[in-house]
């Protein structure tokens, strides 16, 4: 391995390593890890380190064709060293900084998506519902209003005929009357009982 190579493997890692730093720094603010079940943090720590030593080794087949050195991992433990002394305090200003902005951002997004979305949504809704409701009442009230008036025609219209009825029905004997009486309640009857036979099959 010439100097060259060995130089930029070198300078990859001590990258590597302030990365190291700064990513597991961003994954323990954004994942609050002591809110979580053990088994949890368990698995998602694990899943976060191969995850990085995935990349350091594809950093390091970038550089120097994958061979491990043993100056490999001191260089990793100086770029996290030199992280954690020289750079953690401010990348953490800058990611509250920029997480802030980010909720920020959600938090205008969610509002205005309430108050041109759902909000007018909503209105349009009760709108609906109270034409609706409007519209049922006023038909209801017209409709009663239709009823009587046609209750009172065909009372007006069939007034004359009930006089008549009632002068004819006067002058039938009431032997006959007593017997057309007698025949309607059968009529009834009978008619109840046919109603009561569907009901049964029912």
Request: hydrophobic share 55%; net charge positive.
């Amino acid at each position: 391995m010439s100097l060259t190579t060995q130089f930029f493997t070198m300078l990859s890692m001590i990258g590597i390593g302030g990365w190291l730093g700064a990513t597991f720094d961003t994954y323990a603010r954004l994942w609050n890890r002591s809110k979580k079940a053990r088994w949890i943090v368990f698995i998602s720590d694990v899943l976060f380190w191969i995850v990085q030593a995935l990349l350091t080794f594809y950093v390091l087949l970038l550089v120097n064709n994958g061979e491990i050195r043993f100056y490999i991992f001191l260089a990793l433990l100086c770029g996290y060293a030199a992280y954690q002394s020289l750079f953690k305090t401010t990348y953490l200003k800058i990611l509250e900084f920029f997480i802030r902005i980010v909720v920020s951002i959600y938090r205008l997004i969610i509002r205005l998506f309430h108050y041109f979305v759902i909000l007018p949504l909503r209105l349009i809704y009760r709108f609906i519902v109270i034409l609706l409701f409007g519209t049922c009442h006023i038909l209801l009230y017209v409709g009663k209003i239709l009823y009587k008036i046609v209750r009172f025609l065909v009372k007006l219209l069939l007034k004359p005929f009930h006089s008549i009825f009632i002068f004819f029905w006067t002058k039938i004997p009431i032997r006959l009357r007593t017997k057309v009486i007698v025949l309607l309640k059968k009529g009834k009857g009978f008619w109840q009982k046919i109603a009561n036979l569907f009901r049964k099959k029912r």
